[in-house]
């Protein structure tokens, strides 16, 4: 079974992982990223090495990339964040957290909207960090909540165009079986640039079967009018590819 992979991020992890299943892996980025150079948001950065009262994780990576780039302005964050009340968007920030010795306090299912009622009242100084665009419904929550807060977005995401029209056309020239989405920003980033929307949305719900890793890329799935042949729930490459196997055994039987 030739299975598409719309990720940018490990690649030959997702290569190596599907051949050893006994997939034909075919590697189609939808989305390039960049990280923010460092001056552009280098006063936020200040403002969080002085101290917060709360701090929203919303990507593992993105907390990395935010300590990265405190250490190049010669700053340590983890003195700060130590010192905050740390929410997790989802298990991939709660990992990283844990890894770097600041646990969260609580964690949401890996949509923001399951933060809300996380979210303790301020007043305070609350900072967020952003996943490639604003998150509007954080922001506003917080400032309900009295808090003056503070977006960091160490990264964010561009379509690639040329990776989008060729995933197109292998899927509506019968060259795909199935396709892996990691993110929900692929999906959005696919539907959005695509030649023809309405086509993949037949393809996907009929000869394509999709896979989703997390229940907001399934959802973002679901929204273009697309429903998962596959979630995987705990948010990892591995258990997914193993779990469509599985799937695929029990649809045959």
């Known amino acids: ?144 909540r009295s808090y003056r807060v503070l977006p960091l977005m160490p990264y964010r995401h561009l379509p690639d165009l040329e990776g989008i029209s060729r995933l197109e056309e292998a899927l509506l020239g019968g060259e795909v079986d199935a396709l892996a989405f990691v993110a929900a920003i692929q999906v959005e980033f696919l539907f959005e640039e695509a030649k023809d929307p309405k086509a993949l949305k037949e393809v996907l719900n009929t000869r394509v079967k999709p896979l989703a890793v997390g229940r907001v890329t399934a959802d973002a799935l679901r929204e273009w009018g697309v429903s998962p042949f596959y979630v995987d729930e705990t948010e990892r490459l591995g258990s997914m590819l193993q779990g469509f196997r599985k799937a695929l055994q029990k649809e045959v039987a």
């Open 1 to 144: 079974m030739r299975i598409a992979y719309a990720g940018l991020r490990r690649k030959e992890e997702f290569k190596a992982l599907a051949e050893k299943l006994g997939f034909t892996p075919l590697l189609f980025p939808v989305q390039a990223t960049e990280k923010v150079p460092v001056p552009e948001y280098r006063d936020h950065l200040r403002a969080l090495a002085q101290g917060v009262d709360l701090f929203v994780a919303t990507t593992g990576v993105g907390v990395k990339d935010l300590l990265e780039a405190g250490k190049a302005l010669g700053l340590d964050l983890r003195k700060p964040l130590e010192g905050a009340f740390r929410l997790a968007r989802g298990a991939k920030a709660a990992r990283t957290l844990r890894e770097l010795g600041l646990p969260p306090h609580a964690v949401g299912d890996g949509t923001s909207k399951s933060l809300l009622p996380l979210l303790p009242q301020g007043p305070g100084k609350a900072a967020l960090q952003l996943y490639g665009k604003p998150l509007p419904l954080l922001e506003n929550a917080l400032a309900e």
